[in-house]
């Protein structure tokens, strides 16, 4: 039974190492929106809300997710008697869209629920393997040769594929540099939606690089026209943005619109949603791997929790804090071996400890609704 008496919201900055680049824009730091519940026994815990600070990546951004929690999710589930964590998401329903900010409540109550069964979220989730396997997406540089030194570094880090940023002015070419010095690496490029159909010819080109996938390269809600896409190249399409609910994974699948999905969180809105899309493409053969949104260490460890299951069968979007954060608001942080794999950790709920001194020297606003 958990009844959640209070769910405070907590906006911190945190400037990234690096900027990141991709079709839709740079970031250099951070806004970032942490969930934090508490129930009436007293157990916490802890969820991140992923979205954007623009609506670049989908439509939810930073300002529209806080008030949307604070005003609409948190009311409809403050007080309310459940059985399970697994019955948060019925609770805020009727509420379309705003997965992300659904999604950041969700899993904190998950990762509240694991805390008092005194089990880590990764056992709690379903999981299978502790061991998960790890990428890097690396967004656009300046220059080429700025880009072979990121993935020289990363791949000396052990990671095992690399995920470059492409768009309509920084795909061939690069790409063909890209193989020229690293060989047969595990490749692949994401586009954030930046072609159209219209684009074939370009997109066909690419298939001479045996990218082990093309991530999301046509518009963000879409779906038909990939299918008209895969069915006219070979390397295989991976669906990010348009997948926002089984129901979507599902009716990808039969239209042939790709053949492996990134598989986020937030985009679905937390781990129930997770797990019901990570079903679907198991039972369909198609992989799904978890992606990232930049996260902190708290999206981090629920990513990395959730990528135990047993359809993430490709490495994932899930890499060591130090890449993003020059210290992250989790200890320990979260690294990478050298073979590029992250053992999720024993301990009970994410697993991490939450630092509140950290969280409260980046935070910038709060709100308690109780
Ligand atoms: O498309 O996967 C994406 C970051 C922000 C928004 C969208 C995407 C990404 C990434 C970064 O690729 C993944 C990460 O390292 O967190
Ligand atoms: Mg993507």
Not at 5 to 26: A, K
Not at 247 to 263: F, H, Q, V, Y
Request: include cysteine; hydrophobic fraction near 40%; proline fraction near 5%.
């Amino acid at each position: 039974m958990i009844e959640i008496t209070s769910i405070e919201l907590i906006e911190i900055r945190l400037p990234l190492v690096h900027f990141f680049e991709t079709s839709f824009g740079r970031t250099y730091e951070r806004r970032i929106i942490l969930v934090r519940v508490e129930d009436a026994a007293g157990a916490t815990g802890w969820g991140e809300i992923t979205c954007g600070e623009t609506p670049g990546y989908s439509d939810e951004w930073t300002d529209s997710a806080w008030v949307t929690a604070e005003k609409i999710l948190a009311p409809m589930v403050v007080g309310k008697e459940v059985d399970s964590a697994a019955d948060i998401w019925p609770l805020m329903k009727w509420v379309r869209g705003h997965r992300m900010a659904k999604a950041g409540i969700e899993t904190a109550c998950w990762d509240l629920e694991a805390k008092k069964l005194g089990v880590p979220l990764w056992r709690h989730l379903g999981g299978v393997d502790q061991v998960i396997e790890c990428g890097v997406s690396i967004g656009i540089q300046d220059s080429v040769a700025q880009l072979l030194d990121k993935i020289r570094v990363e791949l000396e880090a052990g990671y095992k594929r690399i995920k470059i940023k492409i768009s309509p002015t920084w795909d061939y070419d690069v790409i063909k540099a890209v193989r020229a010095e690293f060989g047969d690496i595990l490749l692949m490029g994401d586009a954030n939606s930046a072609y159209t159909l219209d684009d074939i010819d370009k997109l066909k080109s690419l298939d001479e690089f045996d990218l082990m996938m093309l991530e999301q390269p046509l518009p963000y809600d879409d779906i038909i026209d990939h299918a008209k896409l895969q069915a006219a190249i070979k390397t295989p399409i991976c669906l990010d943005e348009p997948i926002r609910s089984p129901e979507d994974a599902r009716k990808a699948i039969e239209l042939g619109s790709g053949k492996i999905i990134n598989l986020k969180n937030g985009r679905v809105g937390g781990h129930s949603q997770s797990k019901l899309v990570e079903k679907i493409c198991r039972e369909a053969g198609i992989p799904v791997w978890c992606g990232g949104m930049l996260e902190s260490g708290i999206g981090r460890a629920h990513n990395i929790a959730i990528s135990t299951l047993a359809g993430y069968t490709m490495p994932g979007d899930v890499s060591a804090s130090k890449r993003y954060w020059h210290e992250d608001i989790i200890s320990p942080a979260v690294e990478v071996s050298p073979v590029g794999t992250i053992t999720a950790p024993d301990g009970p709920g994410i697993g991490f400890d939450v630092s509140r001194e950290r969280i409260d020297r980046s935070a910038v606003r709060r709100m308690t609704i109780s």
